[in-house]
């Protein structure tokens, strides 16, 4: 689920509702006070220590999505393996179907007829089948390969397709129902499983007629581990619905490739809880790369709906404690937005679907609620919650049979858009007719530039070619150069890439390597991250071109980056360390016994004796080992790092081939053997005053001994304070402040760094004491490049009081950060800075 803060229904609309007396479009009388808004389910930081294990990163990490067979006929039938049956399933309780029972429902379900098919798209981080479901009149191969090649002329060449009779008769609009993304919001699955039987069986002519000129896609549980332990994230602890553009997880990564082959139109994403059901459309601010007019236009009208199908099954809040549904675009003013692409919903809009939603069914029956509730009372609840997200479902259906010519001709004008360098439409009564109440504050458009030029050679072709494969994998555009070429004013050499911001994807393609925009004065709050850009954060070097034409620059479409892992054929071999990868090879190199020196400006320098090592390295992480005549100073040796961080930063440490035991204050009070440990990281779940006594003389005896602590925002500077090992003062800012800020890099740490971080919660430290470094500061003037931050209601903690202060420090034994350089796998271009914290806080502890 998500939330909103307190804010009375839009002023317009209240207004246009009173003068018409309409109530069809609202869920109470136009004079009532509007319902309350969501209420957040936890924060949108972590301050729970993670503990998972090192082996569901590395499958996360190992785990490729091959592209889904678009050629075979329908139906695909496979029988599937049953899985062993686990009576801890937390479904079972709820009344549900648990994960043991879906395999076997899905073989089930194929034997009723010719509608249903199976596949498996991957496997979770936990290493559980995730199952797609197609229901669709039957195709032959041919028949199949027609919808196809229909498809793939909707995104390729959208101006043939507007005018081809044959998609406007016979292209089944693709539906995509998405359940269960977070593993204790349950019932989307079993809703989906009950709509799957009646659709493979139902001999009406409206099924027919639907199933005809649909093809409806189900993923059945996207988070098979949460649902079985009852977590909202997998079991990387991860919240999947956060982590689209960054697709660092397993379960997204299928996500993204059924958005990308089967581009639908329609797509529900099946949340709870939410008492009266919430329905998106969402609150300003509205993502600036949309093409926000036919989203909105479909949209809304889907939701209203929807809302009728829902209401309609006449639960009432004083007999079934059900309240009417809520829009958020209509019934609140901020809080719940659409502006970040890191939400499902969201995410698809830019791959062609012109309707999508979260939708929250309204009957809680996680968390305490699960706890302690009756069992009877609990699966009343689930099964309201299966009845209104059953309701949905169908309501969809009815939409999409309604309107499937209209829906289909909104993906091609998308496409066309983009392909064509059309300019966008912004929102108003005119251009959408169909939605009351678009103001001022709905309008977010934005200028695209004519390409991005990702260059080619120096110090980033590692992190080019990881930006440009992920690029790649989002089913952006790029091509790269054959020969040398000038453009916007700049020469760029053979090799450079080219993002050509005219085709069919250029909002995905804007919305990642764009800087983004400060949105602070447009709203009060936001839900979630507000900047994100892969250009400043990813550690490639990214230009946009604002206009020119690209005739005559020597360019060819690539599905890949062209290999830059090296190795020098003689010599010593000197080893960067300005990207993770370069910290994963030699983190590789280490643990395999290598000898290991590190040279004066940070680098790892590595014995000829170990070329083959180093080439396995090479060609294993993409990264370059240089001839060098450099001997190097001290030797590096392997790292040993407890932690108690955040989940997103346990997986970036896993990433760089750091040896990480998890830690948190339960850990530590339960007995911990610190002689195993070269350095302490520390950013969540350990509190230095909730240790026993015990427990934090072991604590203390270890830092007194000389080892080294890396610390990370207020709890990791609140550590570093409490053990006296830097003279600080930690000031925090707006809590709930985050974007991409300006920084000045001056120190070892930093060396190498781009000038360009991330903050949530931003951290800067002042009154520093004698024998204090400073490895980075907040930029002089705006610091903000893009995202939400205000200065709180006294005026502290904004960016103007952050500005020119130290954002990193560092002293003998102790690094503390103030930015968030490894939040949620994302700002891979920071992640260098902790492993050099890491590496010299380690060596500095044996001398």
């Known amino acids: 689920m998500r939330t909103t803060r307190t804010v009375l229904a839009r002023p317009a609309l209240i207004a246009t509702l009173a003068l018409t007396g309409s109530f069809l479009l609202t869920p109470y009388a136009a004079d009532a006070r509007p319902k309350p808004p969501p209420v957040r389910e936890g924060s949108p930081l972590d301050h729970q220590a993670a503990r998972t294990p090192a082996s569901t990163a590395r ?212 949340h709870g809880y939410v008492n009266g059901t919430l329905i998106e459309p969402t609150t300003p601010p509205h993502g600036e790369n949309y093409e926000y007019d036919l989203f909105l236009k479909n949209t809304y009208a889907n939701a209203l709906g929807m809302e009728a199908a829902v209401n309609g099954l006449g639960y009432t809040p004083a007999k079934d404690g059900v309240e009417p549904v809520q829009i958020p675009f209509r019934d609140q003013q901020e809080g719940w937005d659409d502006w970040p692409p890191i939400f499902t919903p969201q995410y698809a809009a830019f791959h062609g679907t012109v309707a999508a939603h979260t939708v929250e069914i309204p009957m809680t029956v996680n968390n305490e609620a699960y706890d302690t509730l009756p069992v009877t009372e609990l699966r009343r609840r689930s099964a309201i919650n299966v009845d209104v997200a059953g309701a949905a479902l169908r309501a969809t259906l009815d939409f999409v049979r309604t309107h499937r010519t209209s829906l289909v001709a909104d993906q091609i004008e998308e496409f066309r858009r983009g392909a064509t360098g059309a300019r966008q439409v912004p929102v108003s009564a005119e251009t959408v007719p169909g939605v009351p109440g678009i103001g001022p504050e709905d309008v977010y458009t934005t200028t695209f530039p004519r390409a991005y030029v990702i260059p080619a050679g120096g110090r980033s072709d590692t992190a080019a070619a990881r930006l440009v494969d992920h690029l790649v994998a989002n089913d952006v555009r790029v091509e790269r150069a054959s020969g040398a070429f000038r453009l916007g004013g700049r020469s760029y050499a053979r090799g450079s890439y080219v993002v050509d911001m005219h085709q069919p994807k250029r909002g995905l393609a804007n919305v990642l390597l764009a800087d983004g925009r400060d949105i602070s004065g447009k709203v009060s709050v936001m839900y979630d991250i507000s900047g994100w850009s892969l250009g400043r954060l990813w550690g490639a070097t990214v230009r946009a071109v604002p206009g020119g034409s690209l005739t005559g620059v020597p360019l060819h479409r690539v599905s890949a980056a062209a290999p830059v892992g090296y190795v020098a054929p003689q010599g010593t071999l000197r080893l960067r360390l300005d990207d993770p990868r370069e910290f994963a090879a030699l983190n590789s190199l280490l643990r395999q016994g290598v000898s290991v020196r590190q040279s004066g400006d940070g680098s790892a320098i590595v014995p000829s004796s170990a070329r083959a090592l ?214 891979k271009g920071e992640f260098p800075q902790v492993g050099r914290a890491l590496i010299t806080m380690a060596h500095a502890s044996s001398g």
């Not at 029988?79 to 395999?103: C, R």
């Not at 998609?167 to 593993?183: L, M, Q, R």
């Not at 180093?614 to 392997?638: M, S």
């Open 614 to 827: 180093a080439t396995v390295a090479a060609k294993t992480y993409g990264v370059a080992f240089d001839a060098t005549k450099d001997t190097g100073g001290r030797e590096l040796r392997r790292i040993r790092v407890a932690a108690a961080v955040t989940p997103g930063e346990l997986f970036a440490l896993r990433e760089m081939n750091f040896e990480v035991t998890p830690v948190s204050t339960d850990v530590l009070n339960a007995g911990f053997d610190w002689s195993a440990v070269d350095v302490l990281f520390v950013s969540a779940g350990l509190e230095r005053d909730d240790l026993t006594p015990a427990a934090r003389s072991a604590l203390d005896g270890f830092l007194a001994a000389g080892h080294g602590f890396v610390g990370r925002g207020s709890v990791g500077a609140a550590l570093g304070s409490a053990a006296g090992l830097l003279a600080v003062k930690p000031v925090e800012g707006n809590g709930d402040a985050n974007g991409v800020v300006r920084v000045v890099n001056s120190g070892p740490v930093t060396a190498g760094a781009t000038d360009y971080g991330f903050v949530y919660a931003p951290v800067w430290f002042t009154d520093l004491g004698p024998g204090v470094r400073v490895e980075q500061s907040y930029a002089t003037g705006s610091p903000l490049v893009s995202g939400h931050w205000r200065p709180l209601d006294d005026g502290s903690g904004g960016p103007a009081a952050a500005a020119g202060q130290a954002s990193v420090v560092s002293g003998p034994h102790a690094v503390l950060f103030g930015t968030e350089p490894l939040f949620r796998d994302h700002p």
């Open 59 to 270: 499958r996360a990490l190992a785990a490729e999505t091959p592209a889904l067979d678009a050629t075979r006929g329908y139906p695909r039938r496979q029988t599937l393996s049953p899985d062993a049956e686990n009576p801890a399933d937390k479904s079972i309780k709820l009344g549900l179907t648990p994960y043991h029972a879906i395999a076997p429902e899905l073989n089930a379900l194929q034997r009723l007829g010719d509608r249903v098919s199976v596949e498996v798209t991957g496997r979770s981080a936990g290493g559980h089948r995730l199952y797609l479901v197609t229901i669709t009149a039957p195709e032959t191969a041919r028949e199949a390969g027609a919808q196809e090649r229909m498809r793939e002329l909707i995104e390729n060449a959208p101006v043939t397709a507007a005018k081809s009779p044959e998609i406007t008769a016979s292209y089944k609009a693709p539906v995509f129902f998405n359940n269960n993304i977070h593993g204790n919001e349950w019932e989307g699955t079993d809703a989906s499983l009950k709509l799957i039987e009646q659709l493979a069986t139902a001999k009406d002519t409206k099924t027919k007629d639907l199933l005809a000129h649909t093809r409806l896609y189900f993923n059945i549980t996207a988070n098979p581990d949460g649902r079985i332990a009852g977590t909202r994230t997998n079991a990387n602890g991860f919240d999947l619905n956060r982590d689209f553009v960054t697709a660092s997880q397993p379960e997204v990564r299928a996500m993204r490739q059924i958005e990308i082959d089967k581009q639908p139109a329609v797509m529900l994403d099946l």
